[in-house]
């Protein structure tokens, strides 16, 4: 079987509050494991920045290529997810390991959301100072301004050999979460449709394949507003994605 790994974007890894668990990728894995895939999800640090997670990531594959005999997998990266896996990809000499990569939502140019939170918030209400003070990590969110992911691009080429494709998505903001209006505005204003957190011109690297109706929680099957509930399991658009890139011998 082809593997395939999912890999989390920001805030991602599965929450568990008793015998409540919010995973990753709701379903997504099963729906793959269920097409004839061979499917983990992996776990990274939540909040911290692009070069810790990638270095999980990298331990992460190294730990469990045994599940599936050594075979380079098909990774896909949600999120932030899909600057780890760039990164690891040229940094951290994990290419043999890597069939292909895909990359879902990911802020590949930064989001314009990341740098209006770190100057409203972080700077203009200190919150960056009590945030240093208990010494936490959220270099991730600084990892997705757009200043850094510039600098990341120039710095972080893609790996020749290795095949890089995307998924972007939007909504208009009528069917977006009541919560993500003010990102949706703030993002549509400098960098157009987007899904509440990326804009689809940021989503952008490689082989672009679509443009999913979906935002940016409903991409991994978190169902948040109206539309995404009447929309329902976005699974079957992962399954098509992946069957574009790595199909099964029966398919």
């Given amino acids: 079987m082809i ?3 999912l890999h989390h974007g920001l805030c991602g890894g599965g929450i568990r509050l008793g015998k409540v668990s919010w995973p990753s990728f709701r379903g997504i ?6 097409a004839g895939y061979s499917v983990k999800v992996t776990s990274v640090h939540p909040t911290a920045g692009i070069e810790r997670r990638a270095k999980q990531l990298k331990q992460w594959i190294l730990d469990n290529r ?3 005999d050594g075979q380079p997998v098909v990774l896909v990266a949600h999120s932030l997810g899909g ?12 290419a043999e390991h890597v069939r292909a990569l895909l990359t879902i939502c990911t802020p590949h140019r930064g989001s314009p959301w990341a740098d209006w939170c770190v100057e409203n918030v972080g700077r203009r209400l200190r919150a960056m100072d009590l945030i240093n003070h208990l010494g936490l990590d959220i270099d991730g969110v600084l990892d997705v301004t757009t200043e850094r992911c510039r600098q990341f691009n120039a710095d972080v080429q893609d790996v020749p050999g290795i095949p890089y494709f995307s998924i972007s998505a939007s909504q208009p903001w009528r069917k977006m979460p009541a919560f993500s209006l ?5 993002i549509s204003k400098i960098d157009g449709p987007n899904d509440g957190l990326v804009s689809v011109k940021s989503a952008h690297w490689g082989q ?3 443009t999913w109706r979906a935002d940016h929680w409903h991409s ?3 169902r ?4 995404a509930l009447k929309v329902g399991d976005i699974s079957p658009n992962y399954l098509a994605a992946v069957r574009a890139i790595a199909p099964l011998p029966a398919d």
Avoid: T
């Fill in 3 to 5: 593997p395939i790994v």
């Fill in 29 to 34: 894995d099963k729906a793959l494991d269920g």
């Fill in 66 to 68: 045994k599940a599936w």
């Fill in 83 to 94: 600057l780890d896996a760039r990164y690891m990809l040229r940094r951290l000499d994990m």
């Fill in 182 to 186: 003010v990102s949706w505005r703030v």
């Fill in 208 to 210: 672009h394949l679509a």
């Fill in 220 to 222: 991994v099957n978190k």
């Fill in 224 to 227: 948040l507003s109206r539309e």
